[in-house]
């Protein structure tokens, strides 16, 4: 049974703790030393049970990017749904549900095998859109799925689909697609268990993007092409696609200097292999564009969207060069769930947001002011470096062993003391008894690093105030690590 987490004067919070731990495996959860109970959502913020407000800093692991419970996203996904006369009808009644009209006629929630209009609607709208986007030419249609990780596989089947005697995968080392399948085949290195024997492994460059402050230094893909020029002599024609992530994601936030993945591209052209760009973190503006391909400047193969593409709703595809997704057979990527309406829904009213509210444009000011602030967390002696996109808005904040305490110690320590803020803190230096806002964290990914990635609707003043949050999480470490030396 994994552990309960009991944190003082969160009664509430303490009692859902418990009743999860008693009724669900920890396999189904990442260690998090907070376990945050989350009982409303709104826009860039949590409150727990106990009414205490949270800065969402993970926007859901990278899915909340137009933030959470948008009326104007909701507005738009229950019109596409057919939802939203007929609430209107409903106002001010309990149910919707009349003995004469036990059923309504709206989008079934579930189609399948079948067409629904919405489904078509929303090809084309996303196909228009990516298409149009510099490097897009290749996106000629679309593999839906319910997960990223099965959006992974199918793109890894039609791959193998190709040619039979295609049967080896390239994939970036450290990079994170999955846990289930080729997903899991291709995450990783090769010294996990549990290997694929028909992945091999190409280097990714960590150390040459450790921190910002490398952003644009003099990048040599001269080691990296002779890896490739090594696999290629060993597995010749028998290589089918290589996959990368444009940034490594759950490995600890590198981002790579442009000219890694064009080589990478420019490999892969010339030796008739797949190009597969796994967005399914990167895409609807973390890398400061609508995606990733666009920021390196790639044109890719495949595409596999995921997370932020229905901003809440489960949904997930593979976009890509038709003759590859077409050479899977009928029912070979068929499933339950992919393509139902309400992944369509959710994905028009996202698409149509992005464009209506400018989000990217209106970002970039608050891009701006995280990173500022973040870059002032490097005063803190345990923390090492931080990661991220220029104009985007995720980063990856790593922590080093000091005084005594290692790295990944004091990355959990910083998740903590966001969470709890200076309400519950022992001494006063930081206004004891007075209830403040936290900050909302994953635990750290790669063990030591933590993912800062606020939905992108973050205002700039809420920007700066939970920049303030997180000096003031800084300082009270410092002070009880200095107690402590
Ligand atoms: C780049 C990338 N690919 C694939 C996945 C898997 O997505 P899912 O958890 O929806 O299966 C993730 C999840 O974090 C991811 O970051």
Same mark, same amino acid.
């Given at each position: 049974m994994h552990k309960r987490i009991h944190h003082p004067n969160e009664n509430l919070s303490n009692e859902f703790r418990k009743g999860m731990v008693e009724t669900e495996p920890k396999s189904l959860r990442t260690y998090t030393p907070t376990q945050a109970v989350l009982a409303e959502s709104s826009g860039i913020f949590h409150w727990t =049970?106990?009414?205490?407000?949270?800065?969402?800093?993970?926007? @859901?692991? %990278?899915?909340? !990017? /137009? @933030?959470? *419970?948008?009326?104007?996203?909701? *507005?738009?996904? /229950?019109?596409? $749904?057919?939802?939203?006369?007929?609430?209107?009808?409903?106002?001010?009644?309990?149910?919707l549900a009349t003995p004469a009209q036990p059923f309504?006629?709206?989008a079934p929630l579930t189609a399948y095998n079948a067409i629904t209009p919405v489904e078509v609607k929303a090809n084309q709208t996303l196909l228009k859109l990516m298409r149009g986007c510099p490097g897009g030419a290749r996106l000629e249609k679309i593999l839906w799925a319910a997960s990223g990780s099965e959006a992974v596989q199918k793109a890894l089947w039609a791959s193998l689909a190709r040619s039979q005697s295609r049967d080896i995968i390239l994939a970036t080392r450290f990079g994170f697609h999955g846990k289930k399948g080729l997903s899991q085949a291709i995450t990783g290195s090769e010294t996990d268990h549990d290997r694929d024997p028909r992945v091999k492994f190409i280097s990714f460059p960590m150390k040459e993007r450790l921190d910002v402050s490398q952003? $644009?230094?003099? +990048?040599?893909?001269? =080691?990296?092409? $002779?890896?490739?020029? +090594? %696999? #290629? !002599?060993?597995?010749? *024609?028998?290589?089918t696609a290589l996959c990368t992530e444009p940034y490594l994601g759950g490995g600890g936030s590198y981002h790579p200097p442009t000219g890694y993945l064009q080589g990478l591209q420019n490999f892969c052209r010339e030796n008739d292999i797949l190009f597969i760009l796994d967005e399914v973190q990167s895409n609807f503006g973390r890398t400061g564009s609508m995606f990733a391909f666009q920021t390196y400047g790639l044109e890719p193969d495949l595409v596999i969207l995921g997370k932020g593409l229905g901003n @809440?709703?489960?949904v997930a595809a593979v976009v890509g060069r038709g003759d590859i997704l077409d050479s899977l057979d009928y029912g070979e990527a068929s499933d339950t769930w992919s393509a139902n309406p309400m992944q369509a829904a959710a994905t028009l009213a996202t698409l149509e947001e992005f464009h209506e509210q400018n989000i990217l444009a #209106? $970002?970039?000011?608050?891009?701006?002011?995280?990173?500022? @602030?973040? /870059? #002032?967390? #490097?005063?803190f002696p345990f923390v090492a470096h931080l990661r991220g996109e220029h104009g985007g808005m995720v980063w990856g904040l790593e922590f080093k062993d000091y005084g005594g305490v290692t790295g990944p110690e004091w990355a959990n320590r910083f998740v903590l003391a966001n969470y709890l803020g200076s309400f519950q803190r022992k001494d006063s230096d930081f206004g004891k008894g007075q209830i403040q806002d936290g900050i909302h964290f994953l635990g750290p990914l790669a063990k030591k690093v933590i993912r800062i990635s606020p939905p992108l609707i973050i205002k700039p003043q809420e920007a700066s105030d939970a920049v303030q949050l997180m000096h003031l999480a800084g300082q009270s470490l410092a002070i009880d690590g200095a107690k402590q030396c």
């Open positions: =049970p106990e009414g205490r407000r949270l800065y969402d800093f993970t926007s @859901g692991v %990278l899915v909340a !990017n /137009l @933030g959470h *419970n948008s009326a104007a996203w909701m *507005n738009r996904f /229950l019109v596409y $749904m057919g939802y939203r006369s007929l609430l209107a009808k409903s106002d001010g009644q309990q149910s309504f006629r709206a952003r $644009m230094d003099a +990048f040599d893909f001269t =080691p990296y092409a $002779m890896e490739l020029r +090594f %696999l #290629k !002599n060993e597995f010749g *024609n028998r290589i @809440g709703v489960a #209106k $970002m970039k000011v608050s891009s701006a002011i995280l990173e500022e @602030g973040l /870059l #002032k967390l #490097k005063q």
